[in-house]
């Protein structure tokens, strides 16, 4: 369903002469839906003067700017630099200056994804109507006393430093938001408010809320917004991260139990940080449901925000893969349970395919032919170029996490320590990956111009680092299971003094062309693979047609810079045994 909101407003003076009321909203331009819309109500301090002054400047600015905020923001964060900027700019026109003049309150909203985030400072007042209740979701910042309820304790431009209340929640279609100047509420009661939550109309809503608090006697400019919510966009990141922090981690689960009309078949993996659970939907004949993978935390990670929020990255980027065209060579996610119920927990639930991983295939004997191995890496090769392509690094590429399933689909496996660009700093920083599939230079291992540096730093990973893995796993198919450079441990850099031996030498079958890409693809030196995942996937689709040149074998001393010394050495041993032999054994 795409986002799709209803806004109506109207400011009147009422009975004063000037309206130093201001309200605004503003919808994204196209190609930025991603930042929602916005919407804002300001109240002028009358006391001091150029109250609508502050009130116009203040909302204006905020709407404008908002969409000039990086969307890697989150809303609150985007929020607080621009009301914090407007405020410095008002605060320094009142330095020395008593009474204060420009002065304003200050109510926003803005919606964005499935939730809503609201700012506060003052006596302006937003309502959330949903399903026949009502409920008040701002906090009057004014003197605790009815003789002096007029007297604010906060407003926009008094201070060098305002204090923001903010706060935010999930949104559903049929949500009714109103924004009120002191003029509205102070006269309408929450009981009278709902009265009119039946207009159809939000412009008319805000009409009829305006007139409505004149007729009740109101002394005060007036001023109504109304927004309501008839569509929503597809789950944003911080709608995930909100529902990570706020939803409890199911318990550990064992096979019978039950957990929002699913029911646990099966636990399919346990790595101490995440649980894999294949489940089962509720069906009227038992056992004939649509089997499902749901993937949550470990228990007794429950409570780590940081593992939350990659569990958040995993669902939302998930989500978005779906949209792309790497849709096709990824496992469904979906929204909730089958059902339609919210989820009672934070988890992911996928869909199930039938089928084995490669190294299940592995692990059972199976032995890959080079025409099932290059179909293999073929597919995989495609998914990876995909997803490149939308700027997202897998990380963890390896036969455990390529499924060939029974439809014939080679699908890849696990986005939790994918990269994004919106991914967690914990991800970020995290040195994800299996060791052994994991390029030389992510260790510290590099080759430069005079030769092998075990002591480089560290390179973050990129797309070379998928083809790398990829290159890895695919001699492994080739070979029967055997890596190129042997079982690697962290920071094990010597596995990367020698050159790999051709898969050919552990399969006969595998032809010298394929021989050369596999050997290019695990190349030590990062400058002879491939750069792109298209280039290897030319590469495996001309095979023996247009074979490439076999990458050149490294010189000893760059395998092993210490080898002129020993050769050195060897050679100084060797004349010192001589000239004591010519000492003791020759003629004098």
């Not at 209803?6 to 002469?17: F, P, R, V």
């Not at 030769?451 to 001699?475: C, I, K, N, R």
Request: hydrophobic share 40%; glycine share 8%.
């Amino acid at each position: 369903m795409s986002f799709e909101l209803d806004i109506g407003l109207n400011s009147l003076a009422g009975k004063k002469e000037v309206n130093e009321d201001f309200c605004a909203a503003m919808l994204p331009d196209p190609g930025a839906e991603a930042m929602g819309a916005i919407a804002a109500i300001a109240d002028g301090v009358s006391t001091g003067g150029m109250g609508r002054e502050a009130a116009q400047t203040t909302v204006t600015s905020l709407v404008r700017d908002y969409f000039g905020t990086p969307e890697t923001w989150d809303t609150t964060v985007a929020l607080d630099r621009v009301i914090g900027a407007q405020n410095q700019w008002l605060a320094g026109l009142n330095q020395r200056r008593r009474p204060a003049l420009g002065l304003t309150t200050l109510t926003a909203l803005v919606l964005r994804g499935q939730s809503w985030s609201l700012a506060h400072v003052g006596d302006t007042r937003a309502y959330l109507l949903r399903e026949g209740q009502i409920s008040q979701l701002t906090h009057d910042h004014v003197v605790a006393h009815p003789d002096l309820s007029h007297q604010l304790l906060r407003s926009i431009g008094a201070e060098d430093r305002v204090l923001v209340d903010y706060s935010q929640g999930e949104l559903q279609v049929g949500d009714l938001f109103l924004l009120l100047s002191d003029g509205v509420h102070n006269v309408l009661n929450e009981r009278r408010l709902l009265g009119f939550a039946d207009t159809v109309d939000a412009q008319a809503m805000s009409e009829a809320l305006t007139a409505a608090a004149l007729q009740r006697g109101s002394h005060d400019n007036v001023t109504a917004l109304v927004v309501r919510v008839k569509g929503l966009q597809a789950a944003t990141l911080q709608d995930q991260n909100l529902r990570a922090q706020a939803l409890p981690m199911p318990p550990r689960l064992k096979v019978g139990d039950q957990l929002d009309g699913l029911t646990v078949t099966a636990v399919v993996a346990d790595n101490g940080i995440n649980i894999l659970y294949q489940v089962r939907a509720d069906a009227p004949t038992p056992g004939t449901g649509r089997l499902y993978a749901l993937k949550t935390l470990h228990p007794l990670r429950a409570h780590d925000a940081q593992e939350r929020a990659m569990l958040a990255h995993e669902a939302w980027l998930a989500k978005r893969m779906q949209s792309s065209r790497a849709a096709d060579h990824l496992v469904a996610l979906h929204e909730g349970p089958p059902s339609g119920q919210a989820p009672s927990a934070f988890y992911l639930l996928y869909d199930w395919h039938g089928g084995e991983t490669l190294q299940q295939m592995l692990d059972r004997g199976l032995r890959f032919g080079p025409a099932q191995a290059v179909s293999a890496a073929t597919q995989a090769a495609r998914s990876l170029g995909l997803l490149h392509r939308q700027s997202v690094i897998h990380r963890d590429v390896k036969p455990a996490n390529l499924h060939q399933g029974e439809d014939g689909v080679l699908r890849l496996l696990d986005l939790g320590v994918a990269l994004s660009g919106r991914e967690p700093e914990s991800t970020r920083l995290l040195h994800a990956g299996t060791p052994s599939y994991i390029n030389p230079e992510q260790w510290g291992f590099s080759i430069r111009a005079g030769g092998a540096d075990a002591q480089a730093a560290e390179e973050p990973p990129d797309a070379q680092s998928d083809l790398f893995a990829l290159g890895v796993t695919l001699y492994q198919l080739l070979s029967g299971g055997r890596l190129p450079y042997g079982e690697v441990v962290p920071y094990q850099v010597g596995r990367y003094w020698r050159d790999p031996i051709p898969p050919s030498r552990h399969n006969p079958e595998v032809p010298i062309w394929l021989d050369h890409v596999v050997l290019k693809a695990v190349a030590r030196d990062k400058r002879q693979r491939f750069e792109t995942a298209e280039e290897l996937l030319l590469a495996l689709e001309r095979g023996a047609s247009r074979p490439l040149t076999a990458p050149p074998a490294t010189p000893l001393i760059q395998r092993d810079p210490t080898m002129l010394w020993k050769l050195l050495l060897a050679f100084s041993l060797l004349f010192n045994l001589l000239l004591v032999y010519w000492l003791l054994f020759l003629p004098k």
